[in-house]
């Protein structure tokens, strides 16, 4: 049965710092993994998503790796700001048309 | 831009009560799911459907019921609500082509007393 973990729960770092999100997974044959953003109350956003046969994705300040073999991804965030303040999800997808499991996120929290 | 929309963002019924949640969507998706998600226990799958009429029970079906009679909505039902359906409900609609990215609505967040 496919996990999914993030670690850690919540992370606090200065503003312009740039930082990295884990997610990890127990099964690799996966389709797709998908970052998402989470605002307090509110929905999912999507951020990026990798296809398995890609290595990584980037749109502005964020570039999300995969590393299948390893069940491993990151997220990178450059030049963090506080309004980058957010629950981060990662998510994958098993097969095409499958259900998507997500992991906990990671609560991130940018000091000004 | 692709649009889910929920009918209430925030709802407060009695125990006992038959609660409707409805999920629009306008991008044509095929696939559409309602999840819940509590603190510790982050989003769990309730019900998910891959065409009109057609229903897959996800991990924590029970208490739940889903109709999607059109294609671009997908009721979420709860019978008889119970104070432990408190939670916040998302659903989600995603692409059947392409990329298969996930699109999720603003929630609704369910008092039950």
């Known amino acids: 049965k496919q996990e999914v973990t993030q670690i850690p729960a919540a992370l606090s770092v200065p503003e312009g710092e740039n930082l990295v999100l884990n997610c990890s997974f127990t099964?690799?044959?996966?389709?797709?993994l998908q970052w998402f953003r989470q605002d307090p109350g509110k929905g999912l956003t999507s951020l990026l998503l990798?296809?398995?046969?890609?290595r990584e994705q980037t749109s502005g300040r964020l570039n999300a790796s995969l590393d299948k073999s390893s069940g491993r991804s990151t997220l990178y965030i450059a030049a963090s700001q506080p309004g980058d303040s957010a629950t981060y999800l990662c998510a994958v997808e098993m097969n095409r048309d499958d259900k998507i499991i997500f992991g906990k996120g990671t609560r991130l929290h940018i000091l000004p | 831009d692709v649009k889910v929309t929920q009918s209430s963002r925030y709802l407060v019924k009695r125990t006992g009560e038959k609660v409707f949640l409805e999920c629009v969507q306008d991008?044509?998706?095929?696939?559409m799911f309602w999840y819940r998600q509590d603190p510790g226990l982050g989003l769990r799958l309730i019900y998910f459907?891959?065409?009109?009429?057609?229903?897959e029970k996800g991990d924590i079906p029970e208490g739940y019921s889903v109709s999607r009679e059109k294609k671009e909505r997908f009721s979420l039902i709860l019978e008889s609500a119970s104070t432990n359906q408190t939670s916040m409900y998302l659903c989600?609609?995603?692409?059947?082509?392409?990329?298969?990215?996930?699109?999720f609505g603003p929630g609704t967040r369910l008092t039950v007393t």
């Open positions: 989600a609609s995603k692409v059947t082509s392409g990329t298969y990215e996930q699109y």
């Open positions: 990798i296809q398995s046969s890609q």
């Open positions: 991008m044509d998706h095929e696939n």
């Open positions: 099964d690799s044959a996966i389709y797709n």
């Open positions: 459907s891959y065409d009109v009429k057609m229903k």
